[in-house]
């Protein structure tokens, strides 16, 4: 266990989902660091709502889709998380961002 360890009340697979988040995606979603002009979408609750900022359906199916092939000025992921990894991503995601 690294300095990541997520809070008690995750899982050990949303914990590694919490850190991947914050290590990859929160720079822009949360800060949006490089002052995007299309601003990140907030991804809180990203789930509890029935379809994605974009306006598809909020399905696992879309936003790995989102995650691997990007959109817009989101960069794709392909080839950068494993599947174990994607899985963990979701898991967390799914928590509403906790
Ligand atoms: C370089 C900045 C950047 C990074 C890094 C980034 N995103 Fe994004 N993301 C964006 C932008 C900009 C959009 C809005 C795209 C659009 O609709 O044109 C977006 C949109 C999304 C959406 C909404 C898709 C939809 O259909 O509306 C999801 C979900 C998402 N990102 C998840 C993630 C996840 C998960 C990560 C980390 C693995 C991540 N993003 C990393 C910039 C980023």
Redesign the pocket.
């Known amino acids: 266990m690294g300095a990541c360890q997520g809070a008690p009340a995750l899982t050990e697979q949303q914990a590694e989902g919490k850190h991947?988040?914050q290590v990859?995606?929160a720079?822009?979603?949360e800060e949006n660091d490089?002052a995007?002009k299309?601003?990140?979408?907030d991804?809180h609750g990203?789930f509890d709502r029935k379809t994605?900022?974009?306006?598809?359906p909020a399905t696992d199916a879309?936003?790995r889709q989102?995650?691997l092939a990007g959109?817009?000025?989101?960069?794709g992921?392909a080839g950068r998380?494993t599947e174990e990894q994607m899985a963990a991503?979701l898991a967390y995601?799914h928590t509403g961002l906790r």
């Open positions: 991947l988040y990859r995606c720079h822009c979603h490089l995007l299309k601003v990140p979408p991804l990203l994605l900022p974009s306006g598809i879309a936003v989102n995650v959109r817009g000025m989101m960069p992921f998380f991503l995601l």
